[in-house]
C-alpha cells in the first residue's frame, strides 16, 4: 500500500511514533482520530488498520479537503466536518457502538498557523477571525474583543492564555480608537510588554483569543465526560496538549476515571517530544501527551 509523507505537506504530526505506538493498534480494529488535521496521524493509523475502520473530525473545512486527498488511497475511513464532540451523532449513523483507540491532537496545524488571513499567527497581518471554520455562526476573535469590556478581556486572557499583563493590554486594547487587526494587536501587545517577553505574550494572548473563539474548553470538557462510553474494554485513549489548562483537564479527568477503577492510566508522567523531534519542529516543544487503556 502507498504511503504518503507528511512531509509532503509541510505537515509534521506531534508524536506520532508514540501516538501510534501507544493506541496498541490492531489490523481489525475501529479508531476515532477527532482532530484529523491534515490526516498525518491518520495516514499512520490506516496503515495499520487493513479490517478496520477509521473516523476523522475537524472542525476546519480546508484541513478536511486536505486530508480526504491525502488518505484518498484507503477505502476504510470517513472524515466528519464537525468537532469530536459529535462523537455519538457519527457513530450511530456508522452502526458503530465502540471503538478501539481513540486519539487527540489539541495542537493548530502548521496549515492554520500559516493562513496569513484567518488570524491565528501574530506573525501576519489580517483580520481576527480566528474561527476554526469561517462558517461557523459564532463570532470572531475581532467581534469579541469589540463586545468586551475590560475586565472580561483581562479574563479571557487570564483564563485561556495565563498571561501576567493581561489587565494593562485588555485597557490597551479598550482605549485604542483603531480597529483591531492583527498587527494593531502585536503593537499594542508590545508597548505593554518588555522585549524579552514578547514573543511568548504574542502567543499567549492570541492563543487566548483563540480558544475564546472556538470555545475549545468546553468541547475538550464535553468530549472527556463522554468519551468512556465509546471505548471497548482494554481501548487506549490518548491526548495530546499544548498548554497548562487543556493538560490539567486530561489529567484530572484521568486520575479521576483511576480512582473510579474504569481506567488505566498509562505513565505517570506526561510523555514529551525527544530533543530530535524539538529541533526538527519547534512548535511540539509544548506537547504533553497521555495515555489511558479503559479497565474491563
Not at 496521524?41 to 476523522?56: A, D, P, T, Y
Not at 480597529?179 to 503593537?187: C, P, T
Not at 472556538?214 to 468541547?219: G, I, M, S, V
Not at 482494554?234 to 480512582?259: A, N, P, T
Amino acid at each position: 500500500m502507498t504511503s504518503i509523507s507528511s512531509e509532503s505537506y509541510g505537515h509534521y504530526p506531534v508524536m506520532l511514533t508514540e501516538s501510534i505506538n501507544n493506541l496498541n493498534i490492531k489490523e481489525n480494529g475501529f479508531y476515532i482520530d477527532g482532530t484529523v488535521g491534515l490526516g498525518g496521524h491518520s495516514v499512520k493509523i490506516l496503515e495499520h488498520i487493513k479490517k478496520g475502520f477509521l473516523i476523522g473530525f475537524d472542525r476546519d473545512s480546508n484541513s478536511i479537503k486536505i486530508a480526504k486527498k491525502r488518505l484518498n488511497v484507503f477505502d476504510n475511513f470517513k472524515l466528519v466536518h464537525a468537532s469530536y464532540t459529535n462523537l455519538e451523532d457519527a457513530c450511530r449513523k456508522l452502526d458503530i457502538k465502540q471503538v478501539d483507540g481513540m486519539l487527540l491532537d489539541l495542537g493548530l496545524s502548521s496549515f492554520q498557523l500559516e493562513d496569513n488571513q484567518r488570524g491565528f499567527s501574530h506573525r501576519y497581518n489580517s483580520s481576527l477571525d480566528m474561527r476554526f471554520d469561517d462558517k461557523d455562526d459564532g463570532l470572531t476573535a475581532q467581534e469579541i474583543i469589540e463586545n468586551s469590556s475590560v475586565r472580561e478581556l483581562t479574563n479571557i486572557f487570564n483564563e485561556f492564555g495565563e498571561e501576567r499583563n493581561s489587565f494593562r493590554i485588555a485597557r490597551a486594547i479598550k482605549e485604542s480608537s483603531e480597529e483591531i487587526n492583527a498587527d494593531r494587536l502585536v503593537s499594542i501587545i508590545s508597548r505593554m510588554t518588555a522585549y524579552k517577553y514578547r514573543i511568548k505574550t504574542y502567543s499567549r494572548i492570541f492563543q487566548a483569543l483563540r480558544i475564546k473563539t472556538n470555545n475549545e474548553l468546553d468541547h475538550l470538557e464535553s468530549f472527556l465526560n463522554d468519551f468512556m462510553k465509546f471505548l471497548k474494554p482494554k481501548g487506549r485513549i490518548v491526548i495530546i496538549s499544548y498548554h497548562s489548562m487543556e493538560d490539567r483537564m486530561v489529567k484530572h479527568k484521568f486520575k479521576e476515571l483511576k480512582l473510579n477503577k474504569e481506567l488505566k492510566v498509562l505513565s505517570k508522567k506526561p510523555f514529551i517530544p525527544t530533543d530530535e523531534e524539538i529541533f526538527d519542529n519547534k512548535r511540539s516543544r509544548s506537547a504533553k501527551m497521555r495515555v489511558g487503556e479503559k479497565i474491563g
